[in-house]
C-alpha cells in the first residue's frame, strides 16, 4: 500500500502570510499515461471535503488562484500564497495511483 | 448543478448489515466512476470502494473486502453500498463522490454531504 505523509500537521498562520504543506508518498505516483494523480482536498469545518488541486498543479473549477500545487515523484507540495480567514480547514492530500489513500491531514488554523 | 444526496445511515448492532444510497442529479450518470470515502469520526479521510459506469469494475479497500458491496443503478441515477458483518470500526461517515469518466485514477470532484453509520449495542 501507499502510504502519504504530510508535515506539518497542524499550522497556525496570520492573514496575509503565505502557507505551505508537503506531502510525500511511499512510491512515485507518476503513471504509465504520463499522468501523475496526487490531489489536494480542503475539508471545512463541518463540510464535505472539496477539491482544490488535481493532477499535482491543475486547480479545480472555481478554486482561488492563491492556491497552488507543484511536485513530482514522490514530493509535493501545496501552498496558500495569502492566507485568508475562509481557508481555516484541514487539508488532504490524496494519491490515485495504486486505489486511493489520503494523507493524515493538515489542520490549518488563523492566528 | 452537480447533486449527490445520500440516505440510509444509522445506527445498528454490531453483525448487522445496512444499505446506503447516493441519489446523483445535475450530471451524466452513466459516464462516471463513482465512489465511497468515509470518515470515522474526529479521523482523517479513508476511501472505502469504486464502480466503473458500467459496474463491471470494482474496487474496495482491504478492511471491507467481503463484507460491503457497491452497486449502481444508472436508470435510477443511484449508487447504493450494502455493508454486512458491519463492525464498530465502520462507524463513519459515510459520503458520495464522483470520480471520473475516463480510468478509476482520477480523484473526486464532487462530495455528497455524507450520511452517519453508527455501530453500536
Known amino acids: 500500500d501507499i502510504v502519504m505523509t504530510q508535515t506539518p500537521l497542524s499550522l497556525s498562520v496570520t492573514p496575509g502570510q503565505p502557507a505551505s504543506i508537503s506531502c510525500k508518498s511511499s512510491q512515485s505516483l507518476l503513471h504509465s499515461d504520463g499522468k501523475t494523480y496526487l490531489y489536494w482536498y480542503l475539508q471545512k469545518p463541518g463540510q464535505s471535503p472539496q477539491l482544490l488541486i488535481y493532477?499535482?498543479?491543475s486547480r479545480f473549477s472555481g478554486v482561488p488562484d492563491r492556491f497552488s500545487g507543484s511536485g513530482s515523484g514522490t514530493d509535493f507540495t501545496l501552498k496558500i500564497s495569502r492566507v485568508e480567514a475562509e481557508d481555516v480547514g484541514v487539508y488532504y492530500c490524496?494519491?490515485?495511483?495504486?486505489?486511493?489513500?489520503f494523507g493524515q491531514g493538515t489542520k490549518l488554523e488563523i492566528k | 448543478e452537480v447533486q449527490l444526496v445520500e440516505s440510509g445511515g444509522g445506527l445498528v448492532q454490531p453483525g448487522g448489515s445496512l444499505r446506503l444510497s447516493c441519489a446523483a442529479s445535475?450530471?451524466?450518470?452513466?459516464?462516471?466512476?463513482m465512489s465511497w470515502v468515509r470518515q470515522a469520526p474526529g479521523k482523517g479521510l479513508e476511501w472505502v470502494a469504486n464502480?466503473?459506469?458500467?459496474?463491471?469494475?470494482?474496487y474496495y479497500v482491504d478492511s471491507v473486502k467481503g463484507r460491503f458491496t457497491i452497486s449502481r443503478d444508472n436508470a435510477k441515477n443511484s449508487l447504493y453500498l450494502q455493508m454486512n458483518s458491519l463492525r464498530a470500526e465502520d462507524t463513519a461517515v459515510y459520503y458520495c463522490?464522483?470520480?471520473?469518466?475516463?480510468?478509476?485514477?482520477?480523484?473526486?470532484?464532487?462530495w455528497g454531504q455524507g450520511t452517519l453509520v453508527t455501530v453500536s449495542s
Open positions: 493532477e499535482v498543479s
Open positions: 464502480i466503473k459506469q458500467d459496474g463491471s469494475e470494482k
Open positions: 445535475g450530471f451524466t450518470f452513466s459516464s462516471y466512476w
Open positions: 463522490a464522483r470520480g471520473g469518466r475516463g480510468n478509476w485514477n482520477s480523484g473526486w470532484d464532487y
Open positions: 490524496m494519491q490515485g495511483i495504486h486505489l486511493h489513500t
